[in-house]
């Protein structure tokens, strides 16, 4: 009702109103989706994750060393046999202990996120835009292209991620590089049947065939008219893969796919470091970078439920 | 259509799967160089060249052929039960013979938190399902989307820190074994003839085979090693199992059914046990293959960390040395099981909801 007074208004006063319902509708959204508490404190976290990420790249000086790559750039201040623990007493490098090489825990675990949520969004990024592609020629197309498609994520399906992910890295070759292309090739098809399954939905849809009267190709109608209408749903997969990708990279650098950079900072590799320490009960190396990869997870979590519960057209309104 | 036609049907559609699935390792297989293959064929000790031996392992392998032709080698070798060979100190020659040793401690690990974490999720699922919104929903809440949050690996550790054995000083909980599947102390002196090389017979499970022969002490230390590898694995599959639970009870208690259950007096706890829940494990029912498929992967997490002799942790071990046939052995194995298991879910779900046959 408001919108139509508001045009009968432009009318009357002979003004044109920027009518945008695309951004009237991303408001309305963002103001349901800031109602949920827990899912904006979800989003906020996440935020600073993505900002600290991004000073890594721009300004990484701020950790006060020349290079981040490596956790040689903070050897010894305080040498004293063994890892030292959370300390007060020397500045902020040093507030949660040292861990292998005496290297500060604070400063290495926020240029991890550098490695680790940078290779996390690649990956997803790369893996949802194969699968979205192909998932939606394939519901829209069906027929042989479907079937074989289909058939393929089938087998994809029958191994589990994790193992799959292994046996693909040891083929590629053991090193950071080959997890993520391995990743990436074990992940597109979840977002194939995803698209696949929205696609066909939308397939039968009026508008298509009012498309398809007006001459548009089948490529064209799903590129411009069926993958917008895809986005929502993959954008809530999207969110919640990034919380299982970054898990899945740093256990595969956990189990001793490290060996090309073994003193990266990597949330992975710092609990790899703290596991040669753990049977003399130095502790702190494996608690607190577990803790921080924890914290990002269980944000990136409740930002996905907070964005599904709004983005789903059932649950919405 | 009728039950056994639909798992008649359902069996048959297990074969191009596994096909499927032989395919995929052939081309994985295929991927990796020639020289990294034939290495645990070679016998470096041999007074024959090494490159006669490596053009008999070739030949051996069927890979002078084009790959289709050479498929079909590793098929014949597949249904002959033949994974191919490893070369690794302490473990058989065979990758199937090593698979063998393993596989027990891998299956007694997954059900057992299978069985655990069904025991908590059902009833705990039922007591929140029907409070929803209470403190103890709210509670679930954080509970199972920790559970889906927490890394396995790094519960695995933490556990490792709080009850590990002498981890840390002075630590009242710190009682429990954190590593292997027995304490070499616990095995009786001098070695009974059950008991070779570190693997027990007949189960190779150390728990069972302790009872079967009656050695108390043993069972009681194998019982205390399996303690926190269990819990790791328990809470990850108990998160999702609750979370599909909950939902499906507050869907069940919006049914029309439930209405006239209560209207005719049916008494709630009633209401609650045969109408409300019967119809919330029908959805709990068709996730559980996905929950294996995430149990399966992390069972090789924790069998890695809690350095438990099972499949998982015999991957790891092949990746540190680079055995390609063991680590491709065991994957073809792993999804194996899960076929398997998505089958008996299938059958499950066939059997507790007459509606599904398709």
């Known amino acids: 009702m408001a919108t ?9 006063k002979a003004q044109p109103v ?29 935020l600073i994750y993505f900002t600290i990420t991004i000073l890594d790249y721009v300004y990484p000086s701020y950790l006060g060393v020349k290079d981040i790559n490596t956790i040689a750039s903070w050897v010894p201040q305080l040498s004293s046999g063994v890892p030292s623990g959370p300390t007060l007493s020397h500045g ?15 400063p290495v675990m926020l240029a991890a996120l550098k490695t680790d949520i940078t290779y996390s969004i690649l990956i997803v990024l790369t893996g949802a835009l194969i699968g979205i592609i192909l998932g939606t020629m394939s519901g829209y197309f069906g027929k042989l292209y479907d ?171 | 259509m009728e039950l056994r036609y639909f798992i008649l049907r359902r069996l048959l559609l297990l074969i191009p799967t596994v096909l499927g699935l032989s395919i995929f390792m052939f081309i994985l297989i295929e ?3 020639k020289a990294i293959l034939v290495t645990p064929y070679i016998n470096p000790h041999s007074r024959i060249p090494y490159i006669i031996q490596e053009a008999n392992a070739l030949k051996i392998l069927g890979f002078n052929y084009p790959p289709p032709i050479a ?69 679930g809440r954080v509970f199972s989307l920790t559970g889906y949050a927490i890394p396995a690996f790094w519960l695995a550790l933490m556990l490792q820190i709080v009850f590990g054995k002498n981890i840390l000083l002075g630590n009242p909980l710190g009682v429990l074994p954190f590593s292997g599947s027995f304490s070499a102390s616990a095995i009786p002196n001098p070695t009974p003839s059950w008991f070779v090389n570190g693997i027990t017979y007949p189960t190779h499970l150390v728990i069972f085979d302790a009872l079967i022969h009656g050695d108390f002490p043993l069972f009681v230390d194998a019982l205390k090693h399996i303690i926190l590898p269990v819990l790791t694995l328990t809470y990850g599959i108990l998160a999702g199992i609750l979370r599909f639970m909950r939902a499906g009870m507050v869907d069940a208690s919006n049914q029309e059914y439930v209405k006239t259950a209560r209207s005719k007096g049916v008494p709630e706890k009633l209401v609650i046990k045969r109408h409300i829940r019967k119809n919330a494990m029908i959805p709990t029912i068709t996730v559980m293959g996905l929950l294996v498929a995430g149990l399966l992967g992390g069972v090789v997490l924790v069998e ?21 046939w063991l680590v491709i052995g065991t994957t073809l194995i792993f999804g194996l099981i899960l076929v398997l298991t998505n089958l008996i879910v299938d059958v499950v779900y066939a059997l507790t909801d007459p509606r599904i046959r398709y």
């Open chain 1, 4 to 12: 139509e007074s508001n045009v009968g208004g432009s009318i009357l």
């Open chain 1, 18 to 46: 920027k009518h945008r319902p695309r951004v009237e509708d991303f408001k309305s959204t963002f103001k349901l989706f800031i109602k949920n508490r827990l899912a904006f404190v979800g989003f906020v976290i996440v």
């Open chain 1, 92 to 106: 902020w490098w040093y507030i949660f202990g040292e861990t292998l090489y005496f290297a500060p825990i604070f």
């Open chain 1, 147 to 317: 079937e074989v498609l289909m058939r393929v994520t089938d087998i994809f399906f029958s191994v589990p991620t994790l193992v799959l992910a292994i046996a693909v890295t040891v083929v590629l070759g053991k090193s950071l590089q080959n997890v993520v292309i391995a990743l990436i090739i074990i992940w597109w098809p979840i977002y194939a049947r995803l698209t696949r399954g929205v696609s066909l939905s939308i397939k039968s849809n009026k508008f298509i065939e009012a498309a398809t009267a007006a001459g548009s190709s089948g490529l064209r109608n799903v590129f411009v008219h069926i993958l917008p209408n895809v986005l929502s749903v993959v954008f809530v997969q999207f969110s919640l893969d990034l919380g299982s990708i970054i898990q899945l990279f740093a256990a595969l650098d956990f189990i001793g796919f490290n060996e090309g950079s073994p003193l990266l900072p990597e949330l992975g590799n710092m609990l790899t470091w703290g596991t040669s320490y753990l049977v003399s009960g130095i502790w702190w190396p494996i608690v607190i970078p577990g803790i921080f990869l924890l914290i990002f997870t269980v944000a990136i979590n409740l930002m996905g439920d907070g964005l599904r519960d709004v983005l789903d057209p059932k649950l919405r309104r």
């Open chain 2, 31 to 33: 991927a990796v160089p």
């Open chain 2, 71 to 139: 498929y079909l080698f590793y098929l014949d070798r597949l249904l002959h039960g033949n994974l191919g060979l490893m070369s690794m100190p302490g473990y058989p020659n065979s990758v199937a013979a090593a698979i063998v040793d393993a596989f027990p401690n891998t299956i007694q690990l997954t059900i057992f938190a299978s069985l655990l974490s069904i025991a908590i999720a059902i009833p705990l699922g039922t007591y929140i399902g029907a409070r929803p919104n209470s403190i103890a929903d709210q509670a």
């Open chain 2, 304 to 324: 890695y960390v809690f350095a438990y002799p099972g499949m998982g942790y015999l991957t790891t071990q092949g990746i540190l040395s680079y055995q390609i």
